[in-house]
Each structure stands twice: as C-alpha cells, then as structure tokens.
C-alpha cells in the first residue's frame, strides 16, 4: 500500500454542525464541511464571523450544540493563536505543559512530550524561565 493509498480517506469532516455565541446569535446552523486528505483550505472573514471559532471546534478547544466533528484516521490536532496566549504567572515549562494537562495525558507522557518540544525550538535551558 502506498502513502498515497494509506492517506485517501477525508481527514476532517463536519457534519450538521451548529453553534450559538454565549449572546445566543446563530455562528453556525448544520455547518457541512469536508477537507480531504492532501487539501488545503483557507478559511476567510470578517471580524466576528466564527473562523476562530471554527479552527477551536476543530482543535476540541469549542463545544458544539449540535452535529459531529470526525478526523480521520484520528490525529491530533494543533494551530497556533493569532494573539499570545502565554499565562505570565507560569514558566516556560508549565506553559507548554498546559494543553497536555488538558488533555490529561499521563505525567510521563507530558513530560516526554514537553522535553521533545523545547529541545525542537532550542528552549530546553529557558524552561525554568517566566
């Protein structure tokens, strides 16, 4: 089996989903969405219009009212915010440890992943650092 063939199924897809602002005005009623595997999709609007919002559903960062969010085969997914989003009372360490926590991986899982992430963008030294 190639790559190729291994990979031909879709990686994301939405179906029916909905989501209301805490205002309670409509975002997203029975939203459809597929992105296959190999595509890239470029999501564009104005201020206030849901893209953040969208790419929090996709990343398990948002709750849905309705419908169901697939990624196939099952990934993890990560995007980086437009603004920081560093907590300046925590180091380095327990920044990048956050999410993982969230997602209550197990402590060695964490910290395997946390020591590979920081030696990845040279800050193994700065852990320890606000």
């Known amino acids: 089996m190639t790559t190729k063939e291994k990979h031909a199924g879709v990686s994301i897809r939405l179906e029916g989903v909905s989501k209301r602002f ?3 005005r409509e975002l997203f009623s029975k939203m459809e969405l597929t992105v296959e595997n190999g595509e890239f999709l470029s999501v564009i ?3 206030g219009c849901g893209k953040s919002t969208l790419l929090r ?3 398990g960062l948002e ?3 309705g419908g169901a969010v697939a990624i196939e085969p099952a990934a993890e997914v990560a995007f980086v ?3 920081p989003h560093l907590l300046p009372w925590r180091t380095v360490r327990q920044n ?3 999410p ?3 997602m209550k991986l197990p402590e060695q899982d964490r910290e395997e992943r946390l020591n590979g ?3 990845s963008v040279g800050m193994a030294k700065e852990k320890n650092l606000y």
Do not use: K, N, R, T
């Open 22 to 24: 805490p205002s309670g």
């Open 45 to 47: 609007g104005a201020s």
């Open 57 to 59: 559903i996709l990343s």
């Open 63 to 65: 709750p849905i009212e």
């Open 81 to 83: 915010f437009q603004e």
């Open 96 to 98: 990048v440890l956050l």
């Open 100 to 102: 993982l926590e969230l």
């Open 117 to 119: 992430a920081l030696e």
